[in-house]
């Protein structure tokens, strides 16, 4: 849980540096930190507060704890990352591809150990137990929106690297994310 929130939360502060979103929970308080300048981590915890109660009646209480766990360490990271690494200029294109990368991988990481990053993941993960339809395409749908509402925000080249890069984890996700591969307990 350890490495996969901090991968995660490195990806999202790449985004962050590049001015770029993603999809999810995590896209979503990164835009809302560029339209109201509140910083990521509040708009992180605070946003996932109402999954969690679905994460409590869906999934369990081992589940939500684990989540709940991930969302605090993601933000604190956020706060770790913000301090200690300090990014002066980065390409776009490489911000927004390598920090959804990352960010991909980390979530990989903390679905396979029975957690979520909260949101919209937490949907997808109930969708793919019920029904089969594996949680990176569902995720897909919902960080469309999340895109879209974007252009509102962010200039257009940011939304089109943005979208390029949540499909680019959302793939790490369906790729990789099936039931009966490694999970780690």
């Not at 507060?49 to 009646?57: D, I, T």
Request: hydrophobic share 60%; proline share 4%.
């Amino acid at each position: 849980m350890l490495t996969g929130t901090f991968v995660a939360s490195f990806g999202l502060y790449l985004l962050d540096a590049s001015e770029a979103v993603t999809g999810g929970t995590a896209g979503l308080s990164l835009l809302l930190g560029f339209a109201t300048g509140w910083p990521f981590p509040l708009l992180f915890a605070l946003i996932n507060v109402p999954f969690a109660v679905l994460a409590v009646w869906k999934r369990g209480w081992e589940f939500t704890l684990r989540t709940v766990i991930a969302i605090g360490l993601v933000s604190a990271f956020s706060v770790v990352h913000e301090n200690l690494f300090q990014i002066a200029a980065l390409n776009p294109v490489y911000g927004a591809l390598a920090g959804n990368l990352m960010a991909g991988v980390g979530l990989l990481i903390v679905f396979r150990h029975g957690g979520s990053l909260g949101g919209f993941n937490i949907i997808a993960l109930i969708v793919q137990d019920a029904t089969g339809f594996r949680a990176g395409w569902t995720l897909m749908i919902f960080d469309l929106a999340v895109v879209l509402a974007a252009l509102l925000v962010v200039p257009l080249p940011n939304v089109l690297l943005s979208a390029l890069g949540a499909v680019l984890l959302n793939l790490v996700l369906a790729l990789n994310h099936r039931p009966g591969r490694y999970i780690g307990r």
